[in-house]
C-alpha cells in the first residue's frame, strides 16, 4: 500500500507540472522540437572566424584566462568566462557553444512566459514562432559568441521587470535578481548598454506615473508603494553599475599592467606584473581604460556619411530579421507602436501598459542614440530587438482581434448601434457550432506558414562559413593524427586543429612539414584580398621547391591539400 501511495503521489506531482492548456502543450512540444534543432545545428555547422577566434584565444585557456584578457573588442568576456567552465568537460563543440544552446532554448521559453502575461487569443504561441523563425535570431541561437546569452539577459531583465511593476510585488529578489541580468548582460557584450538604459528607463517611467497617479491613496509620498519601488529600483541600478565597472576594473588592471611592463620607455619597463599591481595600481587602471577607449567596438561616421547609410542600415536590420517581408515588418511596428502609445494614454491601468513602455522607450532610445552618436552598429548587435518587433506584432494583432471581437459580438447580440466598454482582452460570445470563434486564431495560423516558409528556405539552416567550413572539411580528409609534422598557413586552420583536434600547431611556414593546406590564393602573386590578413604564407614566402616534393590528394574550388 505504501508503494502503491507513493507511486500515486508522484503520478499526480509529475502530471501537475505537465502543461494541460491547448496552447502551453503547443509551444512546449514546438519547443522541445527546436530544442533539438538546435542541438543538430550546433554539431553540424562549422565555426565560423570569431567564434574560432573566442575559442582559441580565450576559451580553451579557461575561465580566469578569458576573465582578465581583452586584446580586441571581440572578447565576450562573459561569454568567454562561462564557456571555460564548460569547455572543461572536455568537448570542444559544448564548451564553444553549450551556453548559447542553452540560452537559445531559455529564450524560447522567456518570449512565452512574457508574452503569456500580456496577450491571449494563440499569441504567445504565435511570438513564439515568429521570434525563433527570424534569421538572425537563427544563426546566432548555438553560435559561440556572446549576442545570444546579451539577449537572455534582455529578455530576463524584462521579465523581472514585469513582475516588479505588479501590484503586490515586495522583496529585493527581484531588484537583485535585474541588476545582476544587467550586469551580466554588459559583461558579456558592453553594447548591451543599447537595451540596459532603455529597460531601467521605462521602469522608472512607469513607477512615477503610477506614483503620482496613486499619491492621494497615501498621505505621506514615501509611504507610496510605487515610490517605494522607484528608489529601490534607482538603488539596484546604481549597484549594477559598480559591479560591472568592478568587474571591467580586473580587466583594465590586467591589460594596463602588461602594457606598462611590456612597453619600452615606460617607468616599469621590466616589472612584474604582481609588483606593479600593488605598487602603481591606479597607473595600470588608467593605462588599462584607455586602451579599451582606444579600441571602440563601433566607429562613428562623418554627419554625412552617417544620413546617406542610416535609413539603408535599418532597413537591411528588418531583412536581418525575416528576409523578404521587410514591408510588412514595417507595416507593424509602426501599427503595434501606435496601439502601444494609444493604450498608454487612454488605458494606463492596463497589464500591458508595462511591456508597451518598455518596447516604446527601447526603439525610440536606440533610434535616438544611433542619430546623436553617428554611429551604425554590427546588426547583430541588435538581435535582441526580435522580440520587440515580435511584442509590436502582437500588439498590433491583439488590437485587430478585439476591435474584431467587439464588432462580431454587437452584431450576434442584435445590438450593433451599442457602445460598450473597451476590455483590454475581448472573448466572443459563443454560440452553438463547433467552430463558433475559431476565427480569432488566424492570425495564429498565419504566423504558423511564416515560420514554416522560413523554417524549409535554403538559408535558414545551411552553412555560415564557406571558408571555414572547407578548411574543416580538408582537415578531415587529411587525417590529421596521423601527421607528425602538421603546417598551417593561415589562422582559421590553426584555429581549427585546435578546436577540432585540440592540436596546437605553431608551425606556420612548409619547409619539413608533411601536412599542407594551401589556400589557392596563395598561387596568385602579391595578393592582397579580403582573405590576406589571415594569411601566414603568401606566394612570395612559401617555399615552393619544397612544396614540389609533396603530392596532391585533395582539391576543392578554395584549396589544395598536400602531403607528404
Known amino acids: 500500500m505504501l508503494n502503491e501511495s507513493f507511486v500515486n503521489k508522484s503520478e499526480k506531482k509529475i502530471y501537475d507540472l505537465l502543461p494541460h492548456e491547448p496552447e502551453t502543450m503547443a509551444t ?169 538604459v532603455p529597460v531601467g528607463l521605462s521602469g522608472v517611467i512607469y513607477l512615477l506615473i503610477n506614483a503620482y497617479r496613486s499619491r492621494d491613496i497615501y498621505i505621506n509620498f514615501k509611504d507610496n508603494i510605487y515610490y517605494k519601488k522607484l528608489s529601490s529600483l534607482v538603488m539596484a541600478g546604481v549597484g549594477a553599475a559598480f559591479v560591472t565597472f568592478i568587474l571591467y576594473g580586473v580587466i583594465w588592471l590586467a591589460i594596463g599592467s602588461n602594457l606598462l611592463v611590456k612597453t619600452e620607455g615606460s617607468m616599469f619597463f621590466g616589472w612584474s606584473h604582481a609588483l606593479v599591481l600593488v605598487r602603481a595600481p591606479m597607473s595600470a587602471m588608467r593605462t588599462g581604460i584607455n586602451y579599451m577607449l582606444s579600441q571602440p567596438y563601433i566607429q562613428s561616421l562623418a554627419k554625412d556619411v552617417f544620413w546617406s547609410r542610416y535609413f539603408g542600415w535599418i532597413w537591411s536590420l528588418l531583412a536581418y530579421m525575416i528576409p523578404g517581408i521587410e514591408n510588412v515588418i ?130 535558414f539552416s545551411c552553412q555560415l562559413g564557406e571558408r571555414e567550413n572547407d578548411v574543416f572539411n580538408t582537415l578531415y580528409i587529411a587525417d590529421v593524427r596521423k601527421r607528425e609534422i602538421p603546417a598551417v598557413l593561415d589562422c582559421e586552420q590553426q584555429y581549427l586543429l585546435k578546436f577540432g583536434w585540440d592540436i596546437d600547431c605553431q608551425k606556420t611556414d612548409v619547409f619539413d612539414a608533411d601536412m599542407v593546406i594551401l589556400d589557392k590564393d596563395m598561387f596568385t602573386p602579391d595578393y592582397s584580398g579580403e582573405d590576406f590578413w589571415k594569411f601566414y604564407q603568401t606566394y612570395e614566402t612559401i617555399d615552393w621547391n619544397y612544396l614540389k616534393t609533396m603530392h596532391v590528394i585533395y582539391e576543392n574550388d578554395n584549396f589544395v591539400l598536400y602531403v607528404k
Open 330 to 459: 514595417t507595416i507593424f511596428i509602426f501599427v503595434g507602436i501606435g496601439c502601444m502609445i494609444y493604450e498608454c494614454i487612454r488605458h494606463f491601468e492596463y497589464s500591458r501598459t508595462v511591456i508597451n513602455l518598455i518596447t516604446i522607450v527601447n526603439f525610440a532610445f536606440v533610434f535616438a542614440i544611433l542619430i546623436f552618436q553617428h554611429k551604425l552598429p554590427y546588426l547583430r548587435v541588435f538581435s535582441y530587438m526580435c522580440f520587440l518587433v515580435t511584442v509590436c506584432v502582437c500588439s498590433a494583432l491583439e488590437r485587430l482581434i478585439n476591435v474584431s471581437i467587439r464588432l462580431y459580438n454587437r452584431e450576434k447580440s442584435g445590438n450593433v448601434n451599442e457602445v460598450t466598454v473597451s476590455k483590454e482582452t475581448e472573448r466572443v460570445l459563443k454560440r452553438d457550432a463547433w467552430y463558433s470563434g475559431i476565427g480569432v486564431y488566424i492570425p495564429v495560423l498565419a504566423i504558423l506558414i511564416v515560420f514554416l516558409c522560413r523554417f524549409f528556405s535554403p538559408n
Open 28 to 196: 512546449t512540444l514546438f519547443i522541445f522540437g527546436m530544442a533539438i534543432y538546435y542541438i543538430w545545428r550546433m554539431f553540424a555547422i562549422t565555426p565560423q572566424y570569431d567564434e574560432l577566434y573566442t575559442y582559441y584565444t580565450f576559451i580553451s585557456k579557461g575561465p580566469i584566462y578569458g576573465a582578465i584578457h581583452w586584446p580586441l573588442p571581440n572578447n565576450h568576456v562573459g561569454y568567454s568566462v562561462l564557456s571555460g567552465f564548460l569547455d572543461l568537460f572536455g568537448n570542444s563543440y559544448i564548451g564553444l557553444r553549450g551556453v548559447s544552446y542553452l540560452c537559445a532554448v531559455s529564450n524560447l521559453i522567456l518570449v512565452y512566459r512574457i508574452c503569456k502575461m500580456f496577450f491571449s487569443h494563440g499569441l504567445p504561441f504565435g511570438a513564439v514562432l515568429l521570434y525563433s523563425g527570424m534569421q538572425v535570431i537563427n544563426e546566432y541561437s548555438v553560435q559561440g559568441r556572446g549576442y545570444t546569452l546579451a539577449t537572455t539577459c534582455f529578455l530576463l531583465s524584462v521579465y523581472t521587470l514585469t513582475k516588479i511593476c505588479k501590484n503586490g510585488s515586495k522583496g529585493r529578489f527581484h531588484f537583485i535578481s535585474l541588476a545582476a541580468f544587467m550586469v551580466l548582460g554588459l559583461y558579456t557584450v558592453p553594447s548591451s548598454v543599447y537595451w540596459v
